[in-house]
């Protein structure tokens, strides 16, 4: 089992950068990707951003060259940059973790506001 935690969400204008982290516990040697997902108010859950295990990135179309995802994992944390924010990023931003065995861990969200 893995356990997720997220942190640094907030508000912010337009224009502005926030840094989210998402601390991993439990079996974090079973840990392959992590990955960011955000959800808007009615609107389905999206992939935002994924790293693997050996430092592989990719990113939806909507944040390329503006968010940048990375990972320590002698912290057994991974990160999301977010920078020249958008209203439209504005929505519950979740940590997702998936093991060799392919099992998916989510964390709790944390929420990202974006003002114009």
């Known amino acids: 089992q893995v356990q997720l935690v997220e942190s640094g969400g907030g508000l912010v204008q337009a224009g502005g950068s ?45 944040v390329k060259g503006r968010f940048t995802i990375s990972r320590d994992n002698a912290k057994s944390t991974a990160y999301l940059q977010m920078n020249s924010l958008k209203p439209e990023d504005t929505a519950l931003y979740y940590c997702a973790s998936i093991t060799i065995a392919e099992d998916m861990s989510w964390g709790q969200g944390t929420q990202v506001t974006v003002s114009s």
């Open 18 to 62: 926030l840094t989210l982290s998402c601390t991993a516990s439990g079996s974090i040697y079973s840990i392959n990707d992590m990955d960011w997902y955000r959800q808007a108010p009615g609107k389905q859950r999206e992939l935002v951003a994924v790293i693997t295990s050996g430092g592989n990135s990719n990113y939806a179309d909507s």
